[in-house]
């Protein structure tokens, strides 16, 4: 009966963390591209675009980390304690640098301001972004194989 009733909470669990994998992607190469036109235009549309973007990427995440506490829910051993860790750190890294260097970002080139203090931004946001994506990417890895456990478990 519990494979019945995760089975839903599955499928959520992994568009959720899909969508926000390809959302977080989309930022980097959207910031990476708009970057390289050198067109102040071009990269502020971009950085009010992401700004935007944060309110489906945040539900997203939030979708992704309850869903994953309640597949998880009476699992114990390594696997489970090394996604809980890199959730922490997700949540944190997006709720604390990504969140406000969004918005810091879009304000700057709003102002055409995209001096110094904006590529010191940009460069932070492009380390915390890489490293949430490659967070994502193992805890990806990871529910795959527990998915395949699970299942032959219950068979």
Do not use: Y
């Not at 009010?48 to 990427?57: D, F, P, Q």
């Not at 918005?103 to 080139?109: E, G, S, V």
């Not at 490293?131 to 032959?152: E, F, H, P, Q």
Request: aromatic share 4%.
């Amino acid at each position: 009966m519990e494979f019945l009733v995760s089975r839903p909470l599955a499928h959520l669990h992994r568009i959720a963390g899909m969508a926000a994998g390809l959302l977080i992607l989309t930022f980097l190469t959207v910031s990476a591209l708009s970057e390289l036109t050198g067109d102040p235009d071009i990269v502020r549309l971009a950085k009010t675009g992401i700004a935007w973007g944060l309110v489906a990427l945040v539900p997203a995440l939030m979708v992704t980390g309850a869903s994953g506490m309640g597949l998880g829910k009476g699992w114990k051993g390594p696997a489970i304690a090394a996604k809980k860790r890199r959730m922490a750190i997700i949540a944190a890294n997006g709720m604390l640098v990504l969140i406000p260097c969004a918005l810091a970002l879009a304000w700057l080139a709003h102002r055409g301001e995209t001096g110094t203090a904006f590529a010191i931004v940009q460069t932070v946001e492009f380390l915390a972004g890489g490293t949430n994506l490659v967070l994502i990417g193992l805890n990806a890895r990871d529910g795959i194989a527990m998915a395949g456990r699970r299942t032959a478990r219950i068979a």
